[in-house]
């Protein structure tokens, strides 16, 4: 069974500092991994989606990469912004199609 | 919340009700999911359906049962065998996007608390 951890939990950073969230898993064998931003009391958007064919994605201020040979992706977040302050989600889906996601690690970015 | 609307936001009821929450979708997929989740945990997986009249049970799908009548909607319904209902449920479909790679896509949730 995959297993999807996040670490750390939580991350308190001053305005303008990079951001670098950690998320592991178990089995290589994965389909894609999903990186979803989540605010308190709602629903997850999706921020970035790498197939396992690819090393990293972009957007914008948003990098992610993935090893999956090591089991890992990182999602890195430059020059951050009060308005980053949230819970990110890291979710991967094997080869069965199933997602397992990690529990999360909330950021706040103070101004 | 792309598609997805998930009713109602906040849902109250005493303990021995059965509740349904609604999912309803427009993006034209096929798989819809439920999954539940609760504070300082990851999302976990209570019933999926790959195509309309299927679905299968998920990781924790004791205490829940699930329709799929039509293509757009997927209610779940929180039976009163569920022994910890009280958390926030999320509606998702997995399909293809605007950039045709095949993503999960999710609803805006319901709370749901049980007393």
């Known amino acids: 069974k995959q297993e999807v951890t996040q670490i750390p939990a939580a991350l308190s950073v001053p305005e303008g500092e990079n951001l670098v969230l950690n998320c592991s898993f178990t089995d290589s064998a994965i389909y894609n991994l999903q990186w979803f931003r989540q605010d308190p009391g709602k629903g997850l958007t999706s921020l970035l989606l790498?197939?396992?064919?690819?090393r990293e994605q972009t957007s914008g201020r948003l990098n992610a990469s993935l090893d999956k040979s090591s089991g890992r992706s990182t999602l890195y977040i430059a020059a951050s912004q009060p308005g980053d302050s949230a819970t990110y989600l890291c979710a991967v889906r094997s080869n069965d199609y199933k997602l397992s996601f990690g529990a999360g690690t909330t950021v706040t970015v103070r101004a | 919340d792309g598609g997805i609307t998930q009713s109602p936001k906040y849902l109250f009821r005493k303990e021995g009700q059965n509740v349904t929450l609604s999912c309803e979708q427009n993006?034209?997929?096929?798989?819809m999911y439920w999954y539940r989740q609760d504070p300082g945990q990851g999302l976990r997986l209570i019933y999926y359906s790959q195509i309309v009249n299927d679905f299968q049970k998920g990781d924790i799908a004791e205490g829940y049962s699930v329709s799929r009548e039509k293509k757009e909607s997927f209610p779940l319904t929180v039976t009163s065998a569920q022994k910890n209902p009280t958390a926030f449920y999320l509606c998702?479909?997995?399909?293809?996007?605007?950039?045709?790679?095949?993503?999960?896509?999710f609803g805006p949730g319901t709370r749901l608390t049980v007393t």
């Open positions: 998702a479909t997995w399909g293809q996007g605007a950039l045709a790679s095949y993503e999960q896509y």
């Open positions: 993006l034209n997929h096929d798989a």
């Open positions: 790498i197939q396992s064919s690819q």
